[in-house]
Antibody, heavy 117, light 110 residues
Framework: QVQLVQSGVEVKKPGASVKVSCKAS????????ISWVRQAPGQGLEWMGW????????KYALNLQGRVTMTTDTSTSTGYMELRSLTSDDTAVYFC??????????WGQGTVVTVSS | QSALTQPPSASGSPGQSVTISCTGT?????????VSWYQHHPGKAPRLIIY???KRPSGVPDRFSGSKSGNTASLAVSGLQADDEADYYC??????????FGGGTKLTVL
């Protein structure tokens, strides 16, 4: 069965970077993209961008361009999302999801990232 | 691009039906048949319940249905059950390989 398993809780100081991983199993990794979505406390879901599982092509949300980098390691079927220059506004639960055309059909369990001094 | 517009809340009694709207523009909802809906119970991973406007993934009950008219998409939930109480989000392809989320609707089963 398709599974996406994310890395654990992160606590970072303002200005630092965080890198969250998302290990996929149960399907051919290169046949689908990986998308990243976050949810800040009390807020809705926010699309951050996605990366092709085959070509590595990326598309990032406009408000995150310059601070976010999404990568994949096809040898381990793992996607990564790195966010730099963190502020308290980046405190959120970060989800990875498998992109199937323009929907997200399987999701990881979420990774809590807290930014605090 | 602006977020798609959803009502912040909706409610219904068990067994009743409820419809949640999702309004965009001709550049997103109205321009493509790539509207999806997600159910999100707090503390859990979101779940895809509708894709490509009206298609249901395997395992999603037919009590959930989707439709679209012009720039507005809708999610209908019939035969409300307690477990349907959750947040619901719509998304649409917005061109240029972007996806736009709605602000979310909290569905309460009274």
């Amino acid at each position: 069965q398709v599974q996406l398993v994310q890395s654990g809780v992160e606590v970072k100081k303002p200005g630092a970077s965080v890198k969250v991983s998302c290990k996929a199993s149960g399907y051919t990794f290169s046949s689908y993209g990986i998308s990243w979505v976050r949810q800040a406390p009390g807020q809705g879901l926010e699309w951050m961008g996605w990366i092709s599982g085959s070509s590595g092509n990326t598309k990032y949300a406009l408000n995150l361009q310059g601070r976010v980098t999404m990568t994949t390691d096809t040898s381990t079927s793992t996607g990564y999302m790195e966010l730099r220059s963190l502020t308290s506004d980046d405190t959120a639960v970060y989800f990875c999801a498998r992109r199937s055309l323009f929907s997200l059909d399987y999701w990881g369990q979420g990774t809590v990232v807290t930014v605090s001094s | 691009q602006s977020a798609l517009t959803q009502p912040p809340s909706a409610s219904g009694s068990p067994g009743q039906s409820v419809t949640i709207s999702c309004t965009g523009t001709s550049s997103d909802v109205g321009g493509y048949n790539y509207v999806s809906w997600y159910q999100h119970h707090p503390g859990k991973a979101p779940r895809l319940i509708i894709y490509e406007v009206s298609k249901r993934p395997s395992g999603v009950p037919d009590r959930f249905s989707g439709s679209k008219s012009g720039n507005t998409a809708s999610l209908a939930v019939s035969g409300l059950q307690a477990d349907d109480e959750a947040d619901y989000y719509c998304t649409s392809y917005g061109g240029s390989n972007d996806v736009i989320f709605g602000g979310g609707t909290k569905l309460t089963v009274l």
